[in-house]
């Protein structure tokens, strides 16, 4: 079925569709992480990723759908990143996961602390935002917490923390504490935040 043609041009340039549309995106992510959905102009978009503003409307129908799609990326991208630390069979399942914190604290300190969880950002809009971007906010968060459950299975399999613990409702814990650690790194362009949470975090599990 072809494609149906949106009101503007695509940019003179030789980029395909596809990688001025991922081009796009990947500004729209680092916009968005820094100053979330609502806060992103198109313009500033455009900019960022060197395509004239009207060419925008050739690859996505408004912004709300460009939103989407940004924020499918962002959670392929994320859902990849705890998959690159969960996976590693050769350390305990705990060690992964502190991994994983250690890799974010490096991230967050790598930018100067100005950039944080999309997801968290958006969370935080959701009052302002469509129903759809709320079902969809939901799924990702759903999926990440698949795979932190996941990993405390494994922990409690090895006798690594309680076997009373519920890994469902503390995968869910964990989501809720880690993106508000995020926020309060950001505001005090620190890692302390991160630390504290993950040291209660642990001790919860013991």
């Known amino acids: 079925m072809p494609i149906k043609r949106q009101r503007g041009r695509p940019p003179k340039s030789e ?11 990947q500004s729209g992510v680092e916009l968005l992480t820094i100053y979330g959905y609502l806060g992103s102009g198109v313009d500033a978009i ?4 060197n395509v004239p503003k009207g060419s925008f409307y050739h690859y996505f129908a408004n912004k709300e759908a460009f939103g989407h799609a940004v924020l499918e990326a962002y ?3 994320f859902a990849h990143k705890l ?3 969960l996976g590693i069979e050769a350390h305990p399942p705990l ?3 502190a991994n994983f914190v250690e890799d974010a604290k490096a991230g967050m300190a790598r930018y100067q602390f100005c950039r944080g969880c999309l997801v968290g ?14 079902q969809q906010l939901q799924q990702i968060l759903a999926d990440w917490q698949q795979r932190i459950a996941d990993c405390l299975a494994q922990a409690k399999a090895c006798q690594n923390i309680r076997a009373d613990i519920d890994e469902t409702q503390m ?3 964990f989501w809720s504490g880690w993106e508000g650690a995020v926020m309060r790194a950001k505001l005090f362009k620190s890692t302390q935040p991160l630390d504290q949470f993950w040291s209660y975090f642990i001790k919860n599990l013991q």
Do not use: C, W
């Not at 455009?46 to 990723?49: P, T």
């Not at 950002?121 to 709320?134: D, I, K, R, W």
């Open 15 to 25: 980029r395909g569709y596809d990688d001025t549309r991922q081009v796009l995106i």
């Open 46 to 49: 455009v900019k960022k990723a």
């Open 75 to 77: 959670g392929h991208y």
């Open 83 to 85: 998959d690159k630390h």
């Open 95 to 97: 060690q992964r996961l």
């Open 121 to 134: 950002n958006m969370l935080q809009e959701v009052p302002q935002l469509s129903e759809q971007f709320a």
């Open 171 to 173: 995968a869910e814990l």
